[in-house]
């Protein structure tokens, strides 16, 4: 922007020295006009400066002299125009420099006039001089003032884009200079246009600083072309690629397992150290850059170190080369104390903790492994990050060793006697103890009843009350019990302890309590799909399936209510108590239905026995009067028989009553 000011204002400055120029020369013919007005010819040829020569004719004119014909005119305008170059506007031409002054330089490009351009398109060029040829484009063969205008600024960027076009087009090198730094790269000048080098693309490696390249000329290859905006990108990292890639071909070619050669360390990564061998990159992986075991490379390399570093492997096709650093020294197990042996005591560095186990640094690249089992003598050890971690000194003892195979097991828990022996002497069955709870399973729980003796407590055997589901239900980690041997194993180190023995069995005695159908007061602890655990007296539990929760207004016995309850099952074995609360209601109803039914078939048999009482006193008195009763007998019967045939004797009158009532009806009708 700042240009484009620059060049209106020399533009407007040099319009304004024209106009100035034609202004004067317009004053300086308006004088000689009016003094030639004033002054004869004869006083003008008098007062001349040139003295003529004697056979100069003033009068040639009017005899003709410069006088000549249409066709002559013609013939020599064409000889004249073919003394000029053919130009046209746009054109980028070759021009001589006629002279140069301290705003324009003068330039002869073989037209009719010369062309003036800005001194300021020239800082370039601080040599110029007269004699000089330069391209300048033809911006208009003749503006108001009738002046040919060039521009070299514009010649010179047409020749760049060209060159820029031709330079990607052909992947040809083009040489540029930086001009200064801008955001995410630099900004280049090639021959007049301005172009972007992005970071990434300055070079190989990644630039911290990118001021240093500021004020460089350099090569650089187009990669990129924008003609709608005009922006180029340019790379110089890819002229170092192939050069890079010339040279990793010579190397490569050059390679053998073995060969030993000199790198800098070029970057450093978790996984390893990428080396620079002179034109082509190795990897130093991390294994290999030490015997011993290292958390980071950074631990043993620094970025720019130079190094030298052994051929492991390569790959012509994809040119990667393995490298190693720790080959060039000698394994540490070759030179590992000849009196080492089993069952000999050994001090080092925990340096890696897994889940099987713990590995042990003798020396550097010397490392034994300590497995869980033979941490300690506790069978209750899961894991190896309990007892040890990374970084602490131990002494282990050698329980296996092999040097042809570099490979060595230790263990720390044979440093200490074994709690195991004698074992029945210290804890007999039936000894009571107190142990630590370590961990719980489904099954059960794990005491520790010293350093290295381990129980297990069934969950059987943690209550004889209480149902136990899952032992966080009765105890926690950390908590202290009291135990009692149940069972020793000392062959198999197995321990079986118990709990609740430590107390006489309460069944026995409970089952005098909980007869069946003795009804006790409980509350309902939990309520599941099947039923309902309900807390009974003297700290037992009893279930109630769900029909046997139903009150006798139909809804049932809810959590932490409280109700009677009937025990229907008692069984001291398996320790199962089921209870009812619906038996009571429904019992009670039907001993209600039982009392009246018993009351209904009294008083039925008594009524029964007063009827056999009577019939068997009527019985009594009517033995002896049997003829009377058969007199009376026949006395009804005689006179029933008479009553039937009055009556069949009337029945008769009346039907012979009927026609004749009939008769006289029909007669009254008519």
């Known amino acids: ?59 040639a004119d009017d005899k003709g002299f410069g006088n000549y014909s249409a066709a002559d005119r013609e013939k020599f305008e064409e000889m004249y125009a073919g003394t000029f170059n053919s130009i046209e506007k746009g054109e980028i031409i070759a021009g001589i420099v006629v002279s140069i002054n301290n705003k324009d330089v003068v330039l002869n490009i073989g037209f ?13 060029t601080p040599d110029l001089k007269v004699g000089d040829s330069v391209d300048v484009f033809v911006e208009s063969q003749e503006d108001a003032n009738g002046q040919l205008v060039l521009s070299r600024k514009r010649a010179k960027t047409q020749r760049s884009w060209e060159t820029i076009n031709e330079a990607l087009d052909q992947d040809k090198i083009i040489t540029g200079f930086v001009k200064s ?68 071909t ?39 850059i030490s015997w011993g075991r290292i958390e980071h490379p950074r631990e043993v390399l620094n970025l720019d170190q130079k190094i030298n570093v052994v051929v492991l492997d390569f790959d012509d096709e994809k040119k990667r080369i393995a490298l190693g650093l720790k080959q060039l020294t000698p394994h540490p197990w070759e030179a590992l104390d000849t009196n080492l042996e089993i069952s000999s005591k050994v001090k080092g560095r925990i340096v890696t903790v897994a889940d099987y186990g713990a590995f042990l640094e003798i020396t550097p690249g010397v490392e034994g492994l300590i497995h869980v089992s033979e941490m300690s003598w506790s069978q209750n050890l899961r894991n190896p990050q309990e007892f040890l971690k990374v970084g602490d000194e131990v002494e282990a003892q050698v329980l296996t060793l092999d040097r042809a195979e570099r490979k060595m097991s230790l263990g ?114 939990k309520v599941t799909d099947k039923g309902a655990i309900v807390a009974l007296p003297y700290g037992v539990e009893g279930f109630a399936p769900t029909k046997h929760m139903v009150k006798e207004d139909g809804s049932s016995v809810k959590a932490d209510e409280a109700a009677e309850f009937r025990i229907i099952e008692f069984n001291k074995d398996s320790k199962r108590i089921v209870v009812s609360h619906a038996r009571i209601w429904e019992e009670a109803k039907a001993e209600e239905r039982k009392e009246e039914f018993n009351t209904k078939k009294k008083e039925a048999k008594a009524t029964t026995s007063a009827v056999k009482k009577v019939k068997e006193s009527v019985e009594k008195s009517t033995l002896g009067d049997l003829g009377v009763l058969a007199q009376l007998k026949e006395k009804m019967e005689g006179a029933e028989s008479k009553a039937k045939k009055a009556k069949k004797t009337e029945d008769d009158a009346a039907e012979a009553a009927k026609p004749e009532a009939s008769e006289e009806a029909e007669e009254s009708a008519e």
């Open 1 to 59: 922007m700042a240009k484009k000011l620059e060049a209106e204002k020399e533009l407007t400055a040099k319009q304004a020295e024209l106009q100035g120029e034609e202004t004067t020369s317009a004053k300086e013919k308006e004088t000689i006009e009016s003094e030639a007005d004033s002054v004869s010819i004869e006083e003008i040829k008098s007062k001349t400066m040139i003295t003529p020569s004697g056979d100069f004719d003033w009068d």
């Open 112 to 124: 009719k006039s010369d062309g003036l351009v800005s001194l300021s398109e020239f800082r370039d």
């Open 181 to 248: 730094r801008t955001k995410g790269g630099l900004i280049v000048d090639i021959m007049g246009v301005e172009a972007f080098l992005p970071g990434s693309q300055i070079d190989i490696k990644p630039i911290r600083d990118y001021d240093i390249y500021v004020g460089k000329t350099m090569e650089f290859k187009v990669v990129k072309i924008n003609h709608e905006f005009k922006n180029v990108v340019v790379s110089h990292k890819v002229l170092i690629e192939d050069d890079l890639e010339n040279q990793k």
């Open 250 to 288: 010579e190397i490569v070619a050059k390679l053998e397992k073995g060969q030993v050669l000199e790198g800098t360390v070029k970057n450093i990564t978790d996984f390893g150290v990428f080396i620079d061998l002179g034109g082509v990159d190795g990897l130093l992986h991390i294994t290999d």
């Open 412 to 525: 720390i828990k044979q440093l200490t006697p074994d709690p195991w022996k004698n074992i029945g002497e210290r804890y007999p069955i039936g000894s009571k103890h107190k142990a630590v709870v370590k961990n719980m399973t489904n099954f059960g729980v794990f005491v520790e009843i010293e350093e290295g003796i381990d129980g297990l407590i069934h969950i059987s055997d943690l209550s004889w009350s209480k149902k136990v589901n899952h032992p966080n239900e009765f105890t926690k980690v950390g908590e202290e019990l009291d135990v009692v041997v149940l069972e020793l194993d000392e062959a198999n180190r197995k321990l079986s302890l118990g709990h609740k023995q430590l107390e006489e069995n309460p069944w026995e005695t409970l089952e005098t309590v909980f007869t069946l159908d003795s009804i006790h007061e409980g509350t309902v602890l």
